[in-house]
């Protein structure tokens, strides 16, 4: 049982370059959401979706567009990167819309814009 | 809406020492409580989570939590801290309303010293 996988672990792209984050889980969860994590800032919710082909913004939307054509996959697009999108990302999911559940996370995927 | 406080960033303690972690949240209903712990590297761990009854909740790992609603507090506790246990912790509030997402605290850092 995979869980939630994410690729690529680490990525260094330039100002300006476009990338997709990928998120896929096995689970048949409905819920997956896209956090980025730095230091001193805990956790922040980027965009989340609870189930395919509905999603909506969390804390910290702007620069990233979302999608959720499937159940299992929940790609998280950048489209310019900036320097202040250095981060740690994590993808999570819960098997379950409403808030009660327990979040399954992935292993995150390291990001540096340079 | 719901908010989570842990006023601690980073706590160090001595190995088979006694552990607590504190954690308040805004909410003005029963939330739903989480800790979370994340090693070095890796993504989040659920430790145990509160959603009704007992208010003293066992988790892995040794871990207790115990919900306090006068004090609107959720602390972690654990009796003897062994060197594994250094991690970052996170605690978290959900509430059973439509798709309000989960919110976390920004973490306390664990350290374990011989």
């Known amino acids: 049982n995979a869980g939630v996988t994410q690729t690529p672990k680490f990525q260094v792209l330039k100002t300006g370059q476009s990338m997709t984050l990928q998120c896929a889980q096995d689970?048949?969860?409905?819920?997956m959401s896209w956090y980025r994590q730095d230091p001193g800032m805990g956790l922040r919710l980027i965009h989340y979706?609870?189930?395919?082909?509905?999603?909506d913004q969390g804390e910290v939307p702007n620069g990233y567009n979302v999608s959720r054509s499937t159940t299992e996959d929940f790609p998280l697009r950048l489209l310019s990167a900036a320097p202040s999108q250095t981060s740690v990302y994590f993808c999570?999911?819960?098997?379950?819309?409403?808030?009660?559940?327990?979040?399954?996370f992935g292993e995150g995927s390291r990001l540096t814009v340079l | 809406a719901q908010s989570v406080t842990q006023p601690d960033i980073h706590i160090t303690v001595s190995e088979g020492a006694s552990l607590e972690l504190r954690c308040n949240y805004s909410?003005?209903?029963?939330?739903?409580l989480f800790w979370y712990v994340q090693s070095p590297g890796q993504g989040l761990q659920l430790l145990l989570k509160?959603?009704?009854?007992?208010?003293l909740v066992q988790g892995i790992k040794g871990f207790e939590a115990e919900f306090k609603r006068s004090q609107s507090s959720f602390n972690l506790r654990k009796p003897s801290v062994h060197w594994s246990d250094a991690a970052e912790y996170f605690c978290?509030?959900?509430?059973?309303?439509?798709?309000?997402?989960?919110?976390f605290g920004k973490g306390t850092r664990l350290s374990v010293i011989a």
């Open positions: 999570a999911s819960r098997r379950d819309r409403v808030g009660t559940g327990e979040l399954f």
């Open positions: 689970m048949n969860h409905e819920y």
């Open positions: 979706s609870v189930g395919a082909g509905i999603t």
């Open positions: 909410y003005g209903a029963t939330p739903y």
């Open positions: 509160y959603f009704s009854g007992d208010t």
């Open positions: 978290a509030v959900g509430i059973n309303s439509g798709n309000t997402p989960l919110v």
